[in-house]
């Protein structure tokens, strides 16, 4: 598999990227435009040829709404680095946390999706807009106002950053694609040998079959977080069967939920007989992704959760601290500054002044 | 619509490898753009779109392996960039009432 067509996407996408970037004229940035579209149209074919899928589980493309929110966030991300007015930059920015929320959900993690949304466009955004207006400068006498204050409108050294970027970019969609394709793939023998009995297809790859197992694994790691929630667990099986004999029976390892295959099932003793009542858990019983997320941070990371407390106490005092100091600025210059006219009352033979009065 | 973690399909290496690239470009359109902006406020804004590439590489993990602690890992980023943004934006506003231009370089002599 060359790499060759990575460095050439590099090329192309790197000169695409400097003529938006730096200030041309406009069909020269349309040209830019032109040539990123296709640089970005090209990574992703030439990722899918380096990966070379072999089975069709394996060779499933993401849906057509991967491809709409892709392709709106990265636009986005490009816009916002090349607008020159700051605040276009941030509502830019509101559009890549968006379709960012839209990837997430396309990755099931919903939690996620509305926590990005209402942090990041709802309260982090705000912050920024809010700085914004109030760093706001007057036009002074060399700035000219079509395209923003200077420093906005011509970027520093773009080549060296688009050179750089984009070289990173290559680099890490080579070791993308190399760590997914078939060269990578481990041979796992005695494994599929193992779980022989629930596949029921005979032309099976490893790789399909380590998909698989981590299906099971998700769905037994499902449970087990069930297991963890006592009032769900019971709520659902007594739903299922109203008499059952509360606590269910451990197995050796002292868990309470067995399961095969997939399924999940609770033993629970019956009085007077030797075998036990099996009751079947319900699918639906199951934890969806918000209740998981929140099981996890309290139950398997209790701790980071705290540090993340402190953290933000440690923000909320910072701010407070650089809220309070003053600085001092002749009231000259803050009157400059804000685009004010100096207040120079003018004495002596003004009569017009303001002071009627005593002449 | 809240989706149980049973019923979700293993995610093909395809679709992992096309998530993963989105978010490599992420991450490098917010380096050019932190790298070649003069704007300190844009800056940061470039700082916030470097992060979200990482956090869709975490998610993209996450479903990959059905294992919910990318998405656990990716409530402290929000955290911590949250906490920085606060704190940056409060510099840039002091920054801003000693001389009143948001260009990093009215603030090029802290390079020597």
């Known amino acids: 598999m060359a790499s060759e067509s990575l460095y050439l996407i590099t090329v192309l996408g790197a000169a695409g990227m400097y003529l938006v970037l730096a ?9 830019g435009i032109v040539f990123l579209v296709a640089a970005g149209v090209w990574l992703a074919k030439e990722g899918m040829t380096r990966l070379a899928p072999t089975t069709e589980l394996e060779g499933e493309k993401p849906g057509v709404f991967f491809y709409i929110f892709a392709t709106i966030a990265l636009a986005s991300a490009i816009r916002l680095v090349t607008h020159t007015r700051p605040v276009y930059c941030a509502l830019y920015f509101v559009m890549v946390v968006l379709s960012s929320a839209g990837m997430f959900l396309l990755l099931a993690a919903e939690f996620m999706a509305f926590a990005l949304v209402i942090i990041y466009a709802g ?13 706001q400068q007057s036009p002074s006498s060399g700035q000219e106002e ?3 204050a200077e420093y906005d409108r011509i970027p520093r050294e773009p080549l060296a950053a688009t050179i750089v970027g984009f070289l990173l970019l290559a680099v890490l969609a080579d070791m993308i694609s190399g760590a997914t ?38 769905t037994e790691a499902m449970w087990r977080d069930l297991e963890r929630l006592p009032g ?21 390892d002292g868990r309470l939920i067995r399961i095969v295959d997939g399924e999940a099932f609770v033993l629970g ?22 209740e998981r997320v929140g099981v996890h941070l309290v139950g398997t990371y209790p701790v980071s959760l705290e540090l993340a407390g402190v953290i933000l106490l440690m923000a909320m005092f910072g701010a407070v601290v650089l809220a309070r100091r003053q600085v001092e600025l002749g009231e000259e210059e803050t009157r400059e500054a804000a685009g004010m006219r100096s207040l120079d009352v003018e004495h002596g033979d003004d009569t017009t002044s303001v002071e009627g009065g005593s002449a | 619509m809240m989706s149980l973690v049973a019923s979700l399909e293993p995610m093909s290496a395809l679709s992992l490898n096309q998530y993963l690239i989105v978010s490599a470009a992420l991450f490098v359109i917010g380096l050019i753009g932190f790298l070649s902006r003069r704007n300190m406020i844009v800056m940061f804004l470039c700082t916030e779109l470097m992060f979200q590439g990482a956090a869709l590489a975490m998610i993209t993990f996450s479903r990959y392996h059905m294992d919910v602690s990318g998405q656990v890992f990716v409530i402290f980023i929000l955290t911590v960039a949250a906490a920085e943004a606060a704190l940056a934006l409060g510099l840039v506003v002091l920054l801003f009432r000693r001389r009143p231009t948001l260009s990093t370089e009215a603030w090029m002599e802290l390079k020597e």
């Open chain 1, 23 to 31: 200030r041309s004229s406009r069909p020269l940035q349309w040209t």
């Open chain 1, 269 to 290: 003793p019956v009085e007077g007989e030797d075998s036990d009542q099996r009751i079947q858990l319900p699918y639906e019983t199951g934890l969806y992704n918000v």
């Open chain 1, 123 to 135: 309260a982090i955004l705000i912050t920024y807009l809010f700085v914004l207006m109030l760093a």
């Open chain 1, 232 to 252: 769900r667990f019971r709520e659902a099986v007594m739903s299922v069967e109203p008499d059952f004999n509360w606590p269910p029976i451990p197995d050796e």
């Open chain 1, 146 to 148: 079509s395209g923003g």
């Open chain 1, 181 to 218: 394709s078939a060269a990578a793939r481990p041979a796992v023998v005695e494994r599929a040998a193992s779980l022989v009995q629930m596949e029921q297809q005979a032309a099976q790859s490893e790789w399909d079959t380590l998909q698989r197992m981590r299906t099971n694994r998700a």
